[in-house]
């Protein structure tokens, strides 16, 4: 078995000490293939540089809590950052209507303009968006934008049908494993066409709420990606190892990784 995780923050600061332990325990559970999420440039430019040192992947973005401090030397920053040959995707960006860190203009032109840097570079794009409906989609379409990930999608039927309806890929999380807010997403992800469903932790947030027992610190980790495919195969009444085959070809696809890598690391894991 061969599993992505396409979005990780292994840059965030609960992973300085262990990173090479958290890493060893995803290739054991299978997690071969992982895309370190840029956040910042900052933190871009680490995940870029974890990315190297462990063989993995990473986008280069803004997200839309840091949209407030980013001006054009932001984005000139991103599209350097954007040549790496590990970076596969311009993100996470998007809006952020929950928490609301930057305020809503400053949100959406900093989200523009990494929308048009992924066009322009012809790179994919790692969207974030919370309670930014239907704004968010209506900012896709205006853009035309179609080669895409709605990472962390949490969000009620509606929402799903305007993302799928403008070509995006929908990421899920652990988020379907809790009981007090995510049980909709059981239903949901039958929606969601084979081809077009991805799999993710989003590292070290969102452990799943029903995994027994709770890590340290209730930190998550890229190892427990198997436990969110369960969930999701579960739920679409599929065997584990067939939706782990479907959700790593369609990563492969969507991020333009090559796929006679991934199966070069199965048989290093398989062997090992
Ligand atoms: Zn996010």
């Not at 494993?177 to 995510?182: I, L």
């Not at 029903?210 to 195969?233: W, Y």
Request: glycine content about 6%.
């Amino acid at each position: 078995m061969h599993l992505t995780d396409i979005g990780a923050n292994l840059t965030h600061a609960s992973f300085h000490d262990d990173l090479d332990a958290v890493l060893t325990r995803a290739s054991a559970a299978a997690v071969g293939t992982i895309i370190i999420t840029g956040t910042t440039v900052l933190e871009s430019r680490l995940a870029a540089e974890i990315a190297d040192r462990y063989d993995l992947y990473c986008t280069a973005g803004v997200h839309p809590h840091h949209a407030r401090d980013s001006d054009e030397q932001t984005i000139a920053e991103l599209r350097k950052l954007a040549l790496h040959p590990r970076c596969v995707a311009i993100g996470e960006c998007g809006l952020d209507f929950n928490r609301n860190y930057s305020p809503h203009p400053a949100q959406e032109k900093c989200f523009v303009a990494q929308l048009a840097l992924g066009l322009a570079l012809g790179k994919p794009l790692f969207l974030h968006s919370r309670d930014a409906h239907p704004r968010f989609a209506q900012m896709l379409r205006s853009h035309g934008v179609k080669t895409a990930v709605a990472h962390c999608f949490t969000g009620e039927a509606e929402e799903l049908h305007a993302y799928l309806d403008l070509g995006l890929y929908i990421g899920i999380t652990g988020w379907i494993c809790d009981e007090r807010r995510g049980t909709h997403l059981l239903r949901l992800v039958r929606d969601i066409p084979a081809d077009r469903l991805l799999l993710e932790t989003d590292s070290p947030y969102l452990t799943p709420r029903d995994m027994k027992p709770q890590p340290r610190a209730r930190r998550n980790e890229p190892a427990f990606l198997p436990h969110i495919l369960k969930t999701v195969a579960r739920a679409l009444g599929q065997p584990p190892e067939e939706l782990a085959v479907q959700t790593t070809r369609n990563a492969a696809r969507l991020f333009g990784i090559d796929e006679s890598r991934a199966s070069r690391t199965t048989q290093r894991t398989a062997a090992a």
